[in-house]
T-cell receptor, first 114, second 111 residues
Framework: GAVVSQHPSWVICKSGTSVKIECRSLDFQATTMFWYRQFPKQSLMLMAT?????????EQGVEKDKFLINHASLTLSTLTVTSAHPEDSSFYIC??????????FGPGTRLTVL | GESVGLHLPTLSVQEGDNSIINCAYSNSASDYFIWYKQESGKGPQFIIDIRSNMDKRQGQRVTVLLNKTVKHLSLQIAATQPGDSAVYFCAEATGRRALTFGSGTRLQVQP
């Protein structure tokens, strides 16, 4: 139980394009979803927290107009990287929690912007 | 949360030995702590958690110890196996807030 999936697992795009990453909780209802970013050899850094049906809360330094987050249902949250640039290349990981505090992580999406 | 580190500390152990990975956390208000295992190119995998009203919790081959006095968390892995090789992160949270991750420790198991 408590499986979280992400799609795609990897994506390569051209600079200036937008990329959408999906995060799904497969067997539980995720009242809260979190988006993290991880650069090579570094730890996970929280980007934003989203609750179903409400606007996401972004961490300081994360541009909300660049990283659009939608949590439209209890099983799906999406992160759209708009006008991507090479410095946005990273490993994006979502996590989801239901009615307990435990966060379950997705497998991550590796974004490479050329 | 923030965690910075370009060079992960590494713990190298022999197969079959016990491993102890340590973590110092920063927020005295944190009441929930988790250990995650991350293999290369994959998302973090939940190992074990503990709440602040406990000081020890055991799982299968793993034990987490919490010392709130010195804000220290440790993960003990018994009979370490090659498949345990990965980066291990501790994380802390207050209530249902997002996790703050530590900088990670790389565990290398020598056969």
């Amino acid at each position: 139980g408590a499986v979280v999936s992400q799609h795609p697992s990897w994506v390569i795009c051209k600079s200036g394009t937008s990329v959408k990453i999906e995060c799904r909780s497969l067997d539980f209802q995720a009242t809260t979803m979190f988006w993290y970013r991880q650069f090579p050899k570094q730890s996970l850094m929280l980007m934003a927290t989203s609750n179903e049906g409400s606007k996401a809360t972004y961490e300081q330094g994360v541009e909300k107009d660049k990283f659009l987050i939608n949590h439209a249902s209890l099983t799906l949250s999406t992160l759209t990287v708009t006008s991507a640039h090479p410095e946005d290349s990273s490993f994006y990981i979502c996590s989801a929690s239901g009615y307990t505090d435990t966060q379950y992580f997705g497998p991550g999406t590796r974004l490479t912007v050329l | 949360g923030e965690s910075v580190g370009l060079h992960l500390p590494t713990l190298s152990v022999q197969e079959g030995d016990n491993s102890i990975i340590n973590c110092a956390y920063s927020n005295s208000a944190s009441d929930y702590f988790i250990w995650y295992k991350q293999e290369s190119g994959k998302g973090p995998q939940f190992i074990i958690d503990i709440r602040s009203n406990m000081d020890k919790r055991q799982g299968q081959r793993v034990t987490v110890l919490l010392n709130k006095t010195v804000k220290h968390l440790s993960l003990q892995i018994a009979a370490t196996q090659p498949g345990d090789s990965a980066v291990y992160f501790c994380a802390e949270a207050t209530g249902r807030r997002a996790l703050t991750f530590g900088s990670g420790t790389r565990l290398q198991v020598q056969p």
